[in-house]
């Protein structure tokens, strides 16, 4: 596994909707906090904990191809040792595809002797196109 | 604004569902990180940003009437300031209501100086029933 010191969440959460546009497996789970509570829920889909579970959906996910995805909306808060990221998903549409929902995210990075990591990723549906914000982000604490 | 000292995330969140349960906004609200960036997605709705306008989210909500929900299977990863907590949202069904879905709901908790307070509830819906799992939860750092 790639072991990469992350400085920031930000650079964190640049290298996840990287890897993803990449598949790029190993990419993506070297980003993630080594212990087993770590939790990602799909859009849609059920709660998944710990890193095998996590690992399988993703390699299920790549092997219909990249996912390519702009986090935009950014809402932040975050300390010395956690940022919480609200984020709205923006993925490419095929012309198949509904218009009329979009994708929130939560991504909550932790501070670890290995650099930023990711412990949990809560992504789901929403109806209706994205909501047109300013870029706003609040430093807390 | 009745202004309480949380000792706990638990704590907090115990007082969030409770609140929940006999509609009570003030106590709600209340419970809620005192800065503008605060985040609350309903199931299957649209991003909320900043006190007004989720006070009066939950306002409509009320007016249908108290909402009972139970939360369940945790997962936590928690350090000094911070404390996020993945769970399922048992709610209190009627016989109209559909059984093959569930709701899975991420809350964030911030300490304060007022105490550990709400930053951030997104919660969704995840088809099938709720899974089965023995309750675990980690300390981190």
């Given at each position: 596994?790639?072991?990469?010191?992350?400085s920031?969440?930000?650079?964190?959460?640049?290298?996840?909707?990287d890897?993803?546009?990449?598949a790029?497996?190993?990419a993506?789970m070297?980003?993630?906090?080594e212990?087993?509570?770590?939790v990602?829920?799909h859009?849609g889909?059920?709660?998944?904990?710990?890193?095998?579970?996590?690992r399988?959906?993703?390699?299920?996910?790549?092997?219909?191809g990249?996912?390519?995805?702009?986090p935009?909306?950014?809402?932040?808060?975050?300390?010395?040792m956690?940022?919480i990221?609200?984020?709205v998903?923006?993925?490419?549409r095929?012309?198949e595809?509904?218009?009329d929902?979009h994708?929130?995210?939560t991504?909550?990075?932790?501070?670890?002797?290995?650099?930023?990591?990711?412990s949990?990723?809560?992504?789901?549906?929403?109806?209706?196109r994205?909501?047109?914000?300013?870029?706003?982000?609040?430093?807390?604490?």
């Amino acid at each position: 596994m790639r072991v990469t010191l992350l400085s920031s969440a930000e650079e964190t959460e640049a290298a996840f909707y990287d890897a993803l546009s990449r598949a790029d497996i190993e990419a993506l789970m070297g980003l993630w906090a080594e212990e087993e509570e770590i939790v990602c829920i799909h859009p849609g889909a059920q709660r998944l904990v710990g890193h095998a579970t996590i690992r399988a959906s993703f390699e299920a996910i790549f092997e219909r191809g990249a996912v390519n995805i702009q986090p935009v909306l950014l809402h932040a808060s975050r300390n010395m040792m956690t940022e919480i990221h609200s984020i709205v998903e923006q993925v490419e549409r095929t012309s198949e595809m509904i218009q009329d929902i979009h994708i929130l995210c939560t991504n909550v990075f932790l501070k670890t002797p290995l650099g930023w990591r990711i412990s949990l990723h809560h992504a789901s549906i929403a109806p209706g196109r994205a909501p047109h914000e300013t870029f706003r982000a609040s430093m807390l604490h």
